[in-house]
């Protein structure tokens, strides 16, 4: 049975990007009819479309990541427009602000029991922001799953926050997974230096602070940070202070190249959803060290793919061992390409949610007689 299925993305760059053009593809491969609503971001590859599958239908809408009264309006009315001019038989909401929007325009237009909201890190989570903010932010969420459709978590851990503080009527989990055959085997330059790196937007929430910390304590000769990836040119500037390379944006192809290039994978991040570039890390046999938030816990398997590091000096502690101990990096590497295989194929992700949206069209139909 070939859906119609629309895809709305506010934050249509990084690992959002990655997770979403591999959805579209993947469906439109698979004989789908595939519409993608998205807003442009700094970060947002120029050559997106060339990545998409030919069949992807694409609608440029205007939105911002922070709630703007007047913007948002006008995106709502959009998206409503397009809701009714496409009739979807699914629609899949990816972030927090498509999410908002897209559950109040489908409500409005009548089609809140096929949609799907993918929140991808939760914005109540998000340390960048007041308590009140994130109160605020909270409340939001918790009206919008009101609104009916599903809510579906990448990760286990942002399941439990999910059924704990939001109790939507349906929650589902689906986690993350990347198209394994793409991502290049860990192949490290033989020039014996140790490179210890990231990938991904230098943000706040990936914690540059602590990134340009670590490598101000532990780069020396033969041990070089990298972080493959662009973004805020203030935190940039501090990280490239501290002794870190920073390549800037480049193409998908590129980064993963030069990730692949990497000895230890580290991410430093404040919060997360469940991050593609440690799953790709962890798929390319690269040991992670992370820091002990939802998402990043949920991919690493303590001890045996990698560390999970209560604080900053765990993290360098753990760093410090895997330098001195090639071996050991090498014994941690080929586990989580092992386990990554077999956990995060793009296969597994598109068989389950496409079970999920004729599951959800099939119980419609029947509701309507």
Same mark, same amino acid.
């Given at each position: ?18 997770? +979403? ?7 439109? =491969? ?6 993608? #609503? ?8 120029? *050559? ?24 948002? #309006? ?29 559950? +109040? ?37 918790? =009206?919008? #799953? ?13 399941? *439990? ?19 394994v055959a793409m991502v290049p085997p860990r192949r490290p330059r033989k020039d014996g230096k140790v490179r210890i790196g990231t990938a991904g937007r230098i943000s706040t929430a990936r914690n540059p602070t602590l990134f340009a910390a670590l490598a101000k304590r532990l780069g020396r000769d033969g041990v070089e940070f990298v972080w493959v990836g662009g973004g805020d040119d203030a935190d940039r500037a501090r990280l ?7 390549? =800037? ?13 990497? *000895? ?13 570039? +440690? ?18 816990? *949920? ?12 604080? #900053? ?47 959800? +069209? ?8």
């Amino acid at each position: 049975m070939g859906l119609r299925v629309l895809q709305v993305c506010e934050s249509f760059g990084g690992g959002n990007y990655s997770s +979403v053009t591999q959805i579209c593809n993947g469906l439109a =491969g698979r004989g789908h009819e595939v519409h993608l #609503a998205f807003s442009r971001r700094a970060e947002t590859p120029t *050559d997106f479309a060339a990545n998409l599958h030919p069949g992807v239908v694409l609608h440029e809408i205007f939105m911002t990541r922070n709630i703007a009264p007047v913007t948002d #309006a006008r995106a709502l009315f959009a998206l409503l427009a397009l809701l009714l001019r496409v009739d979807p038989q699914v629609i899949h909401l990816h972030s927090s602000k498509a999410g908002f929007l897209g559950r +109040v325009a489908a409500f409005l237009g009548g089609r809140g029991r096929t949609v799907f909201y993918s929140p991808r890190g939760l914005s109540f989570l998000q340390m960048d922001a007041s308590v009140n903010k994130r109160r605020l932010f909270r409340w939001l969420e918790w =009206g919008a #799953a009101r609104l009916g459709g599903t809510l579906v978590a990448c990760s286990q851990g942002e399941l *439990d926050q999910v059924r704990n503080r939001l109790a939507p009527r349906s929650a589902l989990l689906i986690e993350n997974a990347v198209p394994v055959a793409m991502v290049p085997p860990r192949r490290p330059r033989k020039d014996g230096k140790v490179r210890i790196g990231t990938a991904g937007r230098i943000s706040t929430a990936r914690n540059p602070t602590l990134f340009a910390a670590l490598a101000k304590r532990l780069g020396r000769d033969g041990v070089e940070f990298v972080w493959v990836g662009g973004g805020d040119d203030a935190d940039r500037a501090r990280l490239e202070r501290n002794g870190v390379r920073v390549s =800037g944006w480049l193409s998908r192809q590129e980064a993963l190249a030069r990730v692949s290039e990497l *000895d230890i994978y580290i991410q430093t991040s404040l919060w997360e959803g469940m991050p593609i570039a +440690v799953i790709e890390a962890q798929v390319a046999g690269i040991p992670a060290v992370v820091t002990n938030v939802l998402g990043n816990r *949920d991919i690493v398997v303590a001890g045996e793919t990698g560390y999970v590091c209560r604080d #900053a000096d765990e993290m360098a502690t753990r760093l410090e061992e895997l330098v001195a101990d090639p071996a050991r990096r090498m014994e941690l590497g080929c586990r989580a390409r092992e386990l990554a295989l077999l956990r995060f194929d793009a296969e597994r992700l598109l068989n389950e949610l496409t079970a999920a949206y004729l599951a959800a +069209v099939q119980r419609l139909a029947v509701e309507r007689g």
